[in-house]
């Protein structure tokens, strides 16, 4: 009996309530059994009469100072009041611990949410912030949008940061809950068979990679409908294992390898970090797949002057998607267009022919690919990635020439074709170490984060090798790209004094891309493509190559004159902007009629082989 009564008290708030309104009752029937059998007390009152006085007295014990009448009859209240005392001293607080338990229960996120359609996000790290962000920017005309978050975290700690980094989050609701992503249980709180996608982030520290995959086949297993999933992981060679452990639901990021293919490809063509960045955000010029049955039967080349406000920049096929096709291919009722648009509203057929200048249309010289000199500072664990990435580009007989003070600069490298290969030891922080290093001999230099160090210190240590090489410039007077790697977008305005070509910032390119992922997953191939070395890829060119300089011209001519050239135009980059946040003089997708003055220092930003 002591073990049954021990194991109903252990049952919360509710059983306790239980009990106490059974000792309740007995109490008001035996003060009630009292009174009658020992007083005549209250004079021709009835036994019904009895039992709610003796209830009164119970519930509200300061009724027995104003009782009147025998010694018995007074005793017995005040027995009754007295005991009444701690049964609403009991009940009082049974009430409030389970109102406390109630409101720390709701503080700590362990309700199930009840939204549809939402978008989910699984795990915590900086990139959080950018993928809030910029679906706040998705949904900033929609009603209604909801974002929920599980992380192993506490609920107002995660509130409080997701406001310090991002402010007003407009008309989308934030929901946050605390739990375990790995944790079956834990994700039935986030109702994901109503979700309209998940997004898996790679958590921060020791193999961030198992982590994911754990979470993946937690949201494999688990019963109900399965949303689309986005996932980044830190590392290629564990992409077969997560697409075992995810299925067909899933499409992976290999974070390492996007952020080394775009330092690359910026390292090469200056401005190419900021025209992805801009893709990729929901800022301005945005992404859209779109099916015309007016453009059917019509060539690729022909397309692109088909719309006014709005850049064509490759088809999406049943083979996949292909930017900048050969301008001959036509163009079939099962194709979609690929384009460029501020907003899907504003994608409309172009009324009449295209107008461009003839005479602006410049031509240049064919230019052949010659051996190259670059120079690395630092090493971390994707510089394997980059250098494989930057043999794809170079021509051979190319120079590569790698100074850092990293024990494993330099290794894994075998069996580059193109690259020749140095690794010198080098503090790149030290000016005369880098003087030695005789860095106006190279046309290219890559400055990585060194993984040595904690993130803001290693972006510290980046930027005092920024201002080395910008003073070095100045007092020199040579001229080499400078592409440089960093952890914190905050650090950016602060590098922007150095006055480098390009500054990457991996983990707020790998947010924005799951960001878009989770809105349009049929993007990944467009992506996909633009970071692939095979195929067209963006290049920012002089725009004297394609138009008259200093001379007024609309954006159809330089359409025209790239496309005789088999590229596309999307945009162009002024070099009066480049150090002007957040653009940095880069536009896409400009009105096609209005005036534009190209001059010296200008790029037109192409898709082209080459």
């Known amino acids: 009996m002591r073990y049954w009564f021990d194991n109903t008290m252990s049952r919360g708030t509710a059983s306790l309530i239980g009990w106490l309104a059974l000792v309740s009752v007995g109490l008001v029937l035996v003060v009630a059994g009292l009174t009658a059998w020992l007083t005549d007390e209250p004079e021709g009152a009835g036994f019904g009469e009895v039992l709610w006085l003796s209830l009164m007295h119970a519930m509200t014990p300061s009724k027995v100072a104003s009782d009147k009448g025998s010694t018995a009859f007074l005793a017995v209240m005040f027995v009754g009041s007295l005991a009444g005392i701690f049964i609403v001293s009991i009940l009082v607080g049974l009430l409030s611990n389970g109102l406390k338990q109630k409101?720390?229960?709701?503080?700590?996120?362990?309700?199930?949410?009840?939204?549809?359609?939402?978008?989910?996000?699984?795990?915590?790290?900086?990139?959080?912030?950018?993928?809030?962000?910029?679906?706040?920017?998705?949904?900033?005309?929609?009603?209604?949008?909801?974002?929920?978050?599980?992380?192993?975290?506490?609920?107002?700690?995660?509130?409080?940061?997701?406001?310090?980094?991002?402010?007003?989050?407009?008309?989308?609701?934030?929901?946050?809950?605390?739990?375990?992503?790995t944790e079956p249980g834990d994700l039935r709180l986030m109702n994901l068979d109503k979700a309209r996608s998940i997004v898996v982030l790679s958590p921060d520290g020791e193999d961030p990679d198992a982590h994911v995959i754990k979470i993946l086949l937690a949201l494999a297993k688990r019963a109900g409908d399965h949303p689309p999933v986005v996932a980044s992981l830190t590392s290629s060679r564990n992409l077969a294992a997560a697409r075992l452990a995810g299925g067909n639901q899933v499409h992976l990021v290999d974070s390492d390898d996007t952020a080394s293919r775009l330092i690359v490809q910026s390292s090469r063509q200056s401005g190419m970090s900021v025209v992805c960045m801009d893709l990729l955000n929901f800022d301005d010029g945005e992404i859209y797949l779109r099916s015309d049955a007016a453009l059917t039967g019509r060539s690729y080349g022909e397309a692109l002057h088909a719309y006014q406000t709005a850049t064509v920049i490759g088809l999406r096929?049943?083979?996949?998607?292909?930017?900048?096709?050969?301008?001959?291919?036509?163009?079939?009722?099962?194709?979609?267009?690929?384009?460029?648009?501020?907003?899907?509203?504003?994608?409309?057929?172009?009324?009449?022919?295209?107008?461009?200048?003839?005479?602006?249309?410049?031509?240049?010289?064919?230019?052949?690919?010659?051996?190259?000199?670059?120079?690395?500072?630092?090493?971390?664990?994707?510089?394997?990635?980059?250098v494989r990435h930057l043999d794809g580009y170079v021509a051979p007989g190319s120079m590569l020439e790698i100074a850092a003070g990293h024990p494993k600069a330099g290794t894994g490298l075998d069996g580059l074709r193109n690259l020749t290969v140095n690794v010198k030891e080098c503090d790149t922080t030290d000016r005369y170490a880098l003087e030695a290093l005789g860095v106006g001999l190279y046309q290219h230099v890559i400055v990585l984060s060194d993984d040595r160090f904690k993130p803001q210190h290693a972006d510290t240590r980046t930027l005092m090798t920024l201002l080395q090489l910008r003073d070095m410039q100045t007092v020199a007077g040579e001229r080499y790209s400078i592409v440089s790697e960093m952890h914190d977008e905050n650090n950016r305005s602060l590098a922007e004094v150095t006055e480098a070509d390009d500054i990457v910032i991996s983990d707020t390119v790998i947010g924005l891309l799951l960001a878009q992922l989770a809105e349009n997953r049929h993007l990944a191939d467009v992506f996909s493509y633009l970071f692939d070395s095979r195929g067209s890829e963006i290049y920012p060119r002089p725009a004297s190559s394609y138009v008259t300089k200093d001379v007024p011209v609309s954006f159809s001519t330089v359409i025209e004159s790239a496309r005789r050239r088999g590229e596309t135009a999307i945009g162009y980059r002024l070099a009066s902007g480049v150090n002007q946040p957040p653009h940095y003089g880069v536009v896409l997708n400009p009105s096609k009629s209005q005036p534009l003055t190209l001059g010296e220092g200008d790029s037109v930003i192409v898709l082209s082989e080459r």
Request: proline share 3%; glycine share 8%.
């Open 103 to 181: 409101i720390d229960r709701l503080r700590r996120g362990r309700s199930r949410i009840a939204e549809s359609g939402h978008t989910v996000v699984l795990g915590w790290s900086d990139q959080v912030f950018t993928i809030i962000g910029e679906l706040v920017k998705a949904h900033a005309s929609q009603r209604g949008s909801v974002i929920a978050v599980l992380a192993d975290r506490d609920k107002l700690d995660m509130e409080e940061e997701i406001r310090e980094h991002i402010g007003d989050t407009g008309r989308t609701r934030l929901v946050c809950r605390t739990g375990r992503p």
């Open 317 to 386: 096929r049943a083979g996949g998607v292909v930017l900048n096709p050969p301008m001959d291919t036509v163009i079939t009722a099962e194709d979609e267009v690929v384009v460029i648009a501020h907003d899907d509203s504003l994608i409309h057929l172009a009324q009449g022919e295209a107008s461009f200048s003839e005479k602006d249309i410049t031509v240049a010289p064919a230019t052949s690919l010659e051996p190259e000199r670059t120079l690395v500072l630092n090493w971390n664990a994707r510089a394997e990635h980059i």
